[in-house]
Nanobody, 124 residues
Framework: QVQLVESGGGLVQAGASLRLSCAAS????????MGWFRQAPGKEREFVAS????????VYGGSVKGRFTISRDNAKNTMYLEMNRLKPEDTAVYYC?????????????????WGQGTQVTVSS
């Protein structure tokens, strides 16, 4: 059974940092693009960042660019999201996702596998 499991979420104050992890099991995703998305209450799920299978190519959503860093360790079948200078508007459930094919994308409809999400809450 293929699973993506996020961890590392929590409650922090504005300006703090968090590191999310996404551990894959059931198959390897070392040849698959992956991404992070988030969904705040009452809002649609939005793109946060994506990464190519090699880790060389990364893309970020405008609201997190310069503050968040996506990375992966294919030997561990794990992806990460380093979040710095967190703001209250970053509060959301964060989801990791993986897709078939070779091209990463910001479009969530192209992702085939999803984790259950981890809550990030940033207080002001």
């Amino acid at each position: 059974q293929v699973q993506l499991v996020e961890s590392g979420g929590g409650l922090v104050q504005a300006g703090a940092s968090l590191r999310l992890s996404c551990a894959a099991s059931g198959r390897t995703f070392s040849r698959n693009p992956m991404g992070w998305f988030r969904q705040a209450p009452g809002k649609e799920r939005e793109f946060v960042a994506s990464i190519s299978y090699s880790g060389v190519n990364t893309v970020y959503g405008g609201s997190v660019k310069g503050r968040f860093t996506i990375s992966r360790d294919n030997a561990k079948n794990t992806m990460y999201l380093e979040m710095n200078r967190l703001k209250p508007e970053d509060t959301a459930v964060y989801y990791c996702a993986a897709k078939e094919g070779t091209m990463p994308t910001s479009s969530l409809i192209h992702y085939n596998y999803w984790g259950q999400g981890t809550q990030v809450t940033v207080s002001s």
